[in-house]
């Protein structure tokens, strides 16, 4: 596997609350991607961020990556219902192949 | 409108069975992916196409083939399905490997 274990999980929090979701990598990255499913549907980028990047926002999005630890994480500032899904992380190196990891499954209770 | 589209959506075979799945695209991405998602498993790649007639296997591609004839569309075949391939099958697409862009999913269920 590329994934250490805390990469598969789930996490139940309360509407409001802040949230951050982590993940770790072992091969060449130039990029992480995360993307969140839905039940029933394909999953969807929410955000990217390079390996020149140490943080990238977006809305209420906050990603981070540290190549030195090869360590990504996806924080959701006040969580709304609308986040429960799954969260996905895939770093990508020099190729157009994604590597998905298990997945993080968020509830967001009201 | 940029849309990746997969038929069908439900699909029921029996064991031995040929399955053809399609997908399409209108965003005339040159790549595209088959990925298939299991309980515990994640997305796992079956084949990647960097372009027409330009296909290459991905982590899984044992048991499947496929057939890019057309940029805007490829397809996933399984020749006499067996039970282990029921799960959902992904299509994507991307522009250079960027984004991916994924269809809804076909739930396919091998008797």
């Known amino acids: 596997s590329q994934w250490g274990e805390e990469n598969l999980q789930a996490l139940s929090i309360q509407e409001g609350e802040d949230v951050t979701m982590n993940c770790s990598y072992k091969t060449y990255t130039t990029v992480v991607h995360w993307y969140r499913q839905d039940s029933g549907r394909g999953p969807a980028l929410i955000i990217l961020?390079?390996?020149?990047?140490r943080e990238k926002r977006s809305g209420r999005l906050r990603a981070t990556l540290d190549t030195s630890s090869q360590s990504s994480s996806l924080s959701i500032t006040a969580a709304q219902c609308e986040d429960t899904a799954v969260y996905f992380c895939a770093p990508q190196g020099n190729t157009r192949k994604l590597i998905f990891g298990l997945g993080t499954t968020l509830q967001v209770q009201p | 409108d940029m849309k990746v589209t997969q038929m069908p959506r439900y699909l029921i075979k029996r064991m031995g069975e040929n399955v053809l799945l399609e997908c399409g695209q209108d965003m005339s991405h040159e790549t595209m992916y088959w990925y298939r998602q299991d309980p515990g498993l994640g997305l796992q790649l079956i084949y990647i196409?960097?372009?027409?007639?330009?296909?290459s296997e991905g982590d899984i591609p044992k048991g499947y083939r496929v057939s890019r004839k057309k940029r805007e569309h490829f397809s996933l075949i399984l020749d006499s399905a067996k039970t282990n391939q029921t799960s959902v099958y992904f299509c994507?697409?991307?522009?250079?490997?960027?984004?991916?862009?994924f269809g809804p999913g076909t739930r396919l269920t091998v008797l």
């Open positions: 994507a697409s991307s522009l250079w490997g960027w984004e991916q862009y």
């Open positions: 961020i390079r390996s020149n990047e």
């Open positions: 196409s960097y372009d027409v007639d330009s296909n």
